[in-house]
């Protein structure tokens, strides 16, 4: 499958919709999702928390940049990244051969989404406080990676792939 290429690349914080909106957008064109989360977790044979639990962020990071690197070359349907994985250059570098969309989302808006999901072990905590962190820290990454913004506050999951088709010409 070399040469092979997603359609579309979604990116963005905890609660802007990415894994709900990757699986619908993909049902509509008729492709494949993949989740990079789920490659690790699949990899690894343990959840994305175990891994940060037992082996550390830095570990989850490289396993996270290895991939996300396989997906962009083999996988060519909607590909889902995990919140994070914006945060390696090498990953940010690969990214700018792709079409990212990036769906944004408010503080208010996330922190309701996420809620108290203890699966996502960044926000432990202070939800909200570690929300707005790693919001702050990681927009700038997203921006530089989109090819395009959506910003998912007030809309269904159904309105926001309705957006994406359209920027993709769709």
Known sequence: MTGTRPVVVVVGPPGAGKTTVAELLADRLGVRVRDTDQDVEANEGETVQDIFVSRGEPVFRELEAA?????????????????GAVMDEGTRAQLAEHT????????????ARVGMNSGRPLLMGNIRGQ????????????????????????????????????????
Request: proline share 3%.
């Open 67 to 83: 991939a996300v690197a396989e997906a962009l070359r083999t996988h060519d349907g909607v590909l889902a990244l995990g919140g």
């Open 100 to 111: 990212v969309a990036h769906l944004d989302v408010g503080l208010a808006h996330a922190a």
């Open 131 to 170: 929300l707005k962190k790693l919001m702050d820290a990681r927009r700038p990454l997203y921006n530089e990676v989109a090819t395009f913004t959506i910003d998912t506050n007030d809309l269904t999951p159904d309105e926001v792939v309705d957006r994406v088709l359209k920027e993709l010409g769709r």
